[in-house]
Nanobody, 123 residues
Framework: QVQLVESGGGLVRAGGLLKLSCTAS????????IGWFRQAPGQEREFVAG????????HYADSVRGRFTISRDSAKNTVWLQMNSLKPEDTAVYSC????????????????WGQGTQVTVSS
């Protein structure tokens, strides 16, 4: 079993940047594919970015490709989401999730979730 904790959220102006962290405790973190998801009020949870267990494969939603970068350091049990050129529509609670069986964009296929961190982008 893996426990995930997100950090790094906050309030930033449009065009600014933030770096989110997802740190794992317990379990073998290097076995897990990690996804970042976000959910804005009144909207469904949506996939943002994901990285394979090895770090060799990444996947991005079209809405963030070219602005966000996902990376991992399994020795530090951490995955980062670097978010640049932030827009007001990026405002949401961002959560990381772990999946043992593959790298997916569907949230229901993930096994473990963190509590989330709020990102607010002002115009």
């Amino acid at each position: 079993q893996v426990q995930l904790v997100e950090s790094g959220g906050g309030l930033v102006r449009a065009g600014g940047l933030l770096k989110l962290s997802c740190t794992a405790s317990r379990g073998t973190f290097s076995d897990y594919n990690i996804g970042w998801f976000r959910q804005a009020p009144g909207q469904e949870r949506e996939f943002v970015a994901g990285v394979s267990y090895s770090g060799g494969r990444t996947h991005y939603a079209d809405s963030v490709r070219g602005r966000f970068t996902i990376s991992r350091d399994s020795a530090k049990n951490t995955v980062w989401l670097q978010m640049n050129s932030l827009k007001p529509e990026d405002t949401a609670v961002y959560s990381c999730a772990a999946a043992l069986s593959g790298l997916y964009s569907q949230p229901q296929l993930y096994d473990y979730w963190g509590q989330g961190t709020q990102v607010t982008v002002s115009s």
